[in-house]
């Protein structure tokens, strides 16, 4: 990848400490939702189907802005950029820790879902820039690890929080961390830096081929899979807390492995290769929890290995295939269907659940999803960097 109008490897740590505050702050603030739900309940007397509507509610914006949002930040000055995601994410989460009603609640967590898209994609496309040519996988292992690690933290932290401040002063303390990234932000992205689109030549390069498309049906239908999981792993287990505790594992694991697979493809190569393994094992684990041959525990613990893998290497996939000016365009267009595959997968499992009983068809019908995300990694033929 050229570099951009300023050299960003010179200060490539940087850029990524910044993000991954930036993005914790996503993460946390994602995963505030679940903790609070016996509080929301009895405060707004809110359903289940509520409180369902409101935790997808901050990827509603993926789906209809990334592609635009992704095209954009290839164009935009990266700070302003940024300055104004990570305001908007504020007034977000203020927004949801001051809400009267059920009706701020949802705008707050949409207010923030838009900030928070737009921050991913500027960051991912930065990291990109930023570590071109050098440590790129590990630096995105890293960049993966860090949305597991704020679920943990809320999980972990919550009855302490909720103890010391209140479900308010909660909401609060995640808005502010919100603020503790933008002086971060600010001192690690150049001023005057400007995206590649704004500054290079017209490339004649289609936007939209056939390795992008499969690099994003792929991430899709491995997010279908993987957010079902993730729902309904803990009732599958048998409930209760020691469930719950089952269904974490997949977090530590991929905490603990993103930035080691990271380095691995680093040093050996193959992405795409990695994205199809994962793809593979995924497929394989939900056919044994169909089939009833596999307990929870270890179940659950191949499911991190498959996250860490895939998502691993999904983002350090676009810099080897689209030019340097799309990169954000990219990252935009697969994670459109990624959060499509996010709202889609959970609710056509509750429905099967809902309408059939059992779990063992759920399984089978996301192990064939996984199998064609398996497919679909074949047509991934990266044109440089990080090869095939």
Known sequence: MRAMEHDLASRRWLILASTVVSFFAVGVTFFAVPP??????????LSHLAIGVLMGAISVPAVFLSIPLG???????????????????????ILF??????????????????????INLLLARLVTAAFAGRELSLAMGIFNAV?????????????????????RGELMALAVMVLIAIPLHNLAVPRNLRGEAATESHSREPWITTPLVALAVSWMLFFAAYASIF??????????????????????????LSPLVGTLIDRTGRAARWVLGGQILL???????????????????????????????????????????????????????SNLGNIVGPAVAGAIRDHLGGWPLVWAIFAA???????ATLLIRPGRGLGG
């Open 36 to 45: 609070l739900v016996p509080e929301l309940v009895s405060r707004f007397g």
């Open 71 to 93: 095209a954009a930040v290839d164009r935009w000055p990266a700070r302003a950029a940024g300055n104004v995601a990570l305001v908007l994410m504020a007034l977000g989460a």
């Open 97 to 118: 820790a001051i809400a009267p009603s059920y009706t701020v609640l949802f705008i707050g967590r949409v207010l923030f879902g838009v900030g928070g898209l737009i």
């Open 147 to 167: 949305y597991p690690a704020s679920m943990i933290v809320m999980f972990t932290f919550h009855p302490r929080l909720l103890a010391t401040f209140g479900w």
């Open 231 to 256: 729902t309904f792993a803990p009732e599958w287990a048998g409930g209760g807390a020691s469930a719950l505790l089952i269904g974490s594992l997949i977090a530590w694991v991929a905490l603990v």
């Open 283 to 337: 497929a394989a684990v939900l056919a044994a929890m169909a089939a009833a041959i596999m307990p929870p525990v270890p179940a659950m613990l191949l499911i991190g290995v498959t996250f860490a893998a895939v998502s691993t290497a999904t983002y350090s996939l676009p810099a080897a295939l689209v030019p340097a000016a799309r990169i954000g365009f990219a990252f935009g267009f697969i994670t459109a269907f």
């Open 369 to 375: 999803a996984a199998t064609l995300g398996a497919a």
